[in-house]
């Protein structure tokens, strides 16, 4: 009698354990295979080591592309025929979602604003690139909750694909303290992502429009796998901005430029060609991944495309803008350079 109630006991262990573990969220779902040849089939998820970003094999690794632009705002481009042609003619190896979250963005519409996400997600995943889901907010603290669910449900359909990067607060205003604000709202909102994906590579917004790296380098997020989000606008921030990244660095903290433009702050303005070849010289000697602001035919000298350019790509010499026109260069000679095999 003993015996058998021991056997039986034996028996139901596994079980016990298994249901445990999906109900505590600590299983590994399997990874997906990525499109052969793909950007992603090369370097699959990504993690931060020191600081560095760097692949499966443990090798630095600097992805480039394009930021699309506020969604609620220019939501034609958040499609996958866009998402095709900068990857295909473009060489873009990532490319931001910026869903926007006040101005009639997610707080108002939150099905419109995420099925527009979901969608750009979903081709990067088909064509094997990266993207990064942006909350595209300034006051994102006063949204906690809101962005909790959201992420949850992100990484719940998604966090087993390693194309997937979070970036849970755009640009938080210089008002905003780091250590007081910011990094209280990042701890709160990053559980409910590293439940669903416990090793996704996670993007957090710094202070003053995600500038000041340098303080959250000296006052850390305590997490794996976390990068400090870096934005700059070449005729406006100059070396001074590569100084607090540098020291950033020097102190440990990995970065990523998720949004950068060629013009000055406000979007429009000089398009400051040394500048900008400044800022690129200096992300390529760090192995920095950056986005460009941005694809949008917006009036404004950061837009890359021309009033009325196509909302599913296709776009000639003719529907570029000067900066659209420069950026594409880059990435198309970054792509030449970039062997996948």
């Not at 295979?33 to 443990?58: C, F, M, T, W, Y």
């Not at 190896?93 to 009639?104: C, K, P, Y």
């Not at 008002?175 to 090793?199: F, G, L, N």
């Not at 900008?276 to 390529?284: A, G, H, V």
């Amino acid at each position: 009698m003993i015996d058998s109630r021991r056997t039986l006991l034996l028996s139901i262990i596994p079980a016990v354990v298994l249901t445990s573990l999906v109900l505590t969220g600590t299983t590994r779902a399997k990874t997906p295979k990525a499109p052969e040849g793909s950007i992603v089939a090369k370097h699959g998820r990504l993690r931060v080591q020191g600081n560095r970003i760097v692949d499966k094999n443990g090798k630095p690794v600097a992805l480039h592309g394009m930021s699309l632009f506020w969604s609620q705002w220019m939501g034609q481009y958040y499609n996958s025929g866009a998402v095709k042609w900068l990857r295909d003619d473009w060489g873009c190896t990532v490319v931001r979602a910026a869903m926007a979250i006040e101005h009639g963005g997610y707080l108002k519409n939150p099905k419109r604003e995420k099925e527009k996400v979901f969608k750009v997600v979903q081709a990067a995943i088909d064509l094997g690139i990266y993207v990064i889901v942006d909350w595209h907010d300034h006051n994102a603290h006063k949204h906690t909750q809101q962005a909790k669910e959201f992420f949850a449900e992100l990484a719940r359909t998604y966090g087993k694909y390693p194309n997937v990067l979070y970036e849970t607060w755009n640009e938080p205003l210089n008002k905003h303290d780091w250590s007081r604000v910011i990094k209280p709202y990042h701890q709160a909102v990053i559980p409910a992502i590293r439940k669903h994906a416990p090793d996704s590579l996670i993007l957090c917004g710094t202070q003053t429009w995600s500038q000041d790296v340098d303080k959250a380098a000296r006052d850390p997020l305590r997490f794996r796998n976390i990068a400090y989000v870096l934005h700059f606008y070449a005729a406006t921030h100059k070396q001074s901005l590569r100084n607090k990244a540098a020291a950033a660095l020097k102190a440990g903290a990995a970065l990523m430029v998720t949004e950068w433009g060629t013009s000055e702050a406000s979007g429009s303005g000089k398009l400051d060609y040394d500048e900008t070849r400044k800022w690129l010289e200096f992300m390529d000697r760090h192995k920095l991944t950056w986005c460009n602001w941005s694809v949008a035919d917006k009036r404004e000298t950061s837009a890359a495309l021309l009033p009325r350019a196509s909302g599913s790509g296709g776009w000639s010499a003719k529907n570029l803008s000067r900066s659209g026109t420069l950026l594409r260069k880059e990435l198309r000679a970054r792509a030449r350079r970039r062997p996948l095999k």
